[in-house]
């Protein structure tokens, strides 16, 4: 009866050891990732060669992906596939960075890349829902990563001599998705004799855009960064709400310089760090438009609850 027991205990300790040893395999087979989504704004002269960095999460402190460019294939595209952005993997290097996801440990790193795509005009790309698609080599699984939206811009020169932007501050406040810019200070000077009225204030990223109506011209408050929107403007200010878009009607003599603080507007709730901007404007009853470059309004992202609970993680063979 005795020896009956001890085979019976050997066979079940046996099962338990196979099934942990599967287990455990079957775990090394794969690996978990993560993007948070964000706007992407990459505005950059027609002959200047444009890079950008995008934070990706892992489950593992080692990266499971090969990195070399010619084994990796990547571009953004919007949901169709039919609109492309061509990528160059360049990098991809470990952060302190970490963050929990049900009760599970990922790890960040920061991908780089290069944009592979030449034009000597003026170009324009606009993805509300962008994707990564990312190729590890000609037999493997393409890897699709939601990342948020796009706006690829290319354009043949930054602010001219007529109008030069002299001050750029942002105000930073924390919404339900977290850290995000909510309005900014901006001083322009006109430095041409002839007047010159502001039409438009155009952020260059996807689904944000400047309130004319809540904007405030000869603006001398000094504000902290995190200040509220209600501080500022002094009544109530829903980032969310909707709102008609209409043009400003800003007028900056010859020679004067005036200071703005234009409050945003978002629709969608991406997290938004930096963006470009396009003013349009007249003078002599000639239309013109001009840009500013990306600008970082800030760098630390602080995540809500929120957030993490809402980011989409993936699965892939980790071959």
Not at 152 to 177: A, C, E, H, Y
Not at 217 to 229: M, N, P
Request: glycine share 4%.
């Amino acid at each position: 009866m005795k020896k009956l027991n001890y085979l019976i205990l050997f066979f079940v300790s046996t099962l338990i050891i196979i099934g942990l040893i599967s287990l455990y395999s079957k775990q090394d087979k794969v690996f978990q990732m993560t993007v948070i989504p964000q706007a992407f704004s990459l505005v950059s002269a027609t002959n200047d060669d444009e890079e950008f960095s995008m934070g990706i999460y892992f489950d593992s402190n080692t990266l499971p992906i090969n990195i070399n460019p010619r084994d990796n294939c990547c571009y953004i595209a919007d949901k169709s596939n039919e609109n492309q952005l061509p990528l160059v993997l360049l990098s991809a290097i470990p952060t302190q960075s970490q963050i929990t996801i049900n009760n599970k440990l990922f790890f960040l790193y920061d991908f780089l890349f290069k944009i592979d795509f030449q034009t000597t005009s003026p170009y324009q790309l606009e993805l509300d829902e962008a994707y990564l698609h990312l190729n590890r080599g000609v037999e493997t699984e393409e890897m699709l990563i939601f990342i948020g939206s796009l706006a690829f811009v290319k354009i043949p020169s930054m602010l001219n001599n007529d109008l030069t932007m002299t001050k750029l501050k942002g105000n930073v406040n924390l919404l339900d998705q977290g850290k995000s810019v909510v309005g900014f200070e901006m001083k322009l000077r006109n430095n041409s004799l002839a007047p010159i009225r502001i039409e438009r204030i155009k952020p260059l990223v996807t689904n944000l855009f400047v309130s004319a109506q809540d904007s405030l011209e000869q603006f001398t408050f000094d504000f902290s960064s995190t200040d509220s929107v209600k501080t500022i403007l002094g009544y109530q200010y829903e980032v969310y709400s909707a709102f008609e878009e209409v043009d400003f009607n800003f007028l900056i003599g010859g020679n004067e310089e005036v200071n703005y603080y234009f409050p945003l507007k978002y629709q969608n709730s991406y997290k938004i760090n930096q963006f470009g901007i396009q003013i349009d404007y007249w003078k002599n009853e000639i239309r013109y438009t001009e840009y500013i470059d990306n600008f970082i309004f800030f760098n630390d992202y602080q995540l809500s609850e929120r957030e993490i609970n809402n980011l989409i993680v993936y699965t892939y063979d980790n071959h």
